[in-house]
Nanobody, 133 residues
Framework: QVQLVESGGGSVQAGGSLRLSCAASAYTYSRNCMGWFRQAPGKEREGVAVIYTGGRSTYYADSVKGRFTISQDNAKNTVYLQMNSLTPEDSAMYYC??????????????????????????WGQGTQVTVSS
């Protein structure tokens, strides 16, 4: 059973920061692609950031590059998303996700990595991020 437990969302003003956490079971976490996608009302799901937990390869959507940082803590089987310089356009429900089919190697490109997370069948309950102007 895949379990992903997110925390850390909330409301901030534009320019502020938030950090999201995603705790997973050891089996789910190990040597896999994990990341975050977001979905705002009426909008398509968007892959935001991905990390390959078997190494340290990271991938970002162009919309968040330079502002968001995804990281991992192997001892805690936890993935983090540090979000800085937030804008109202970042407001959405954020979901931690794991690749449906295990990633045995880091994806070769950001496009492929983000697509893996975007179409994942395994995600957590979601955490709301609201950024006011």
């Amino acid at each position: 059973q895949v379990q992903l437990v997110e925390s850390g969302g909330g409301s901030v003003q534009a320019g502020g920061s938030l950090r999201l956490s995603c705790a997973a079971s050891a089996y789910t976490y190990s040597r896999n692609c994990m990341g975050w996608f977001r979905q705002a009302p009426g909008k398509e799901r968007e892959g935001v950031a991905v990390i390959y937990t078997g190494g340290r390869s990271t991938y970002y959507a162009d919309s968040v590059k330079g502002r968001f940082t995804i990281s991992q803590d192997n001892a805690k089987n936890t993935v983090y998303l540090q979000m800085n310089s937030l804008t109202p356009e970042d407001s959405a429900m954020y979901y931690c996700a794991r690749a449906t089919d295990r990633c045995w190697a880091p994806p070769p490109t950001a496009i492929q990595a983000l697509a893996i997370i975007k179409r994942s069948n395994y995600w957590g309950q979601g955490t709301q991020v609201t950024v006011s102007s």
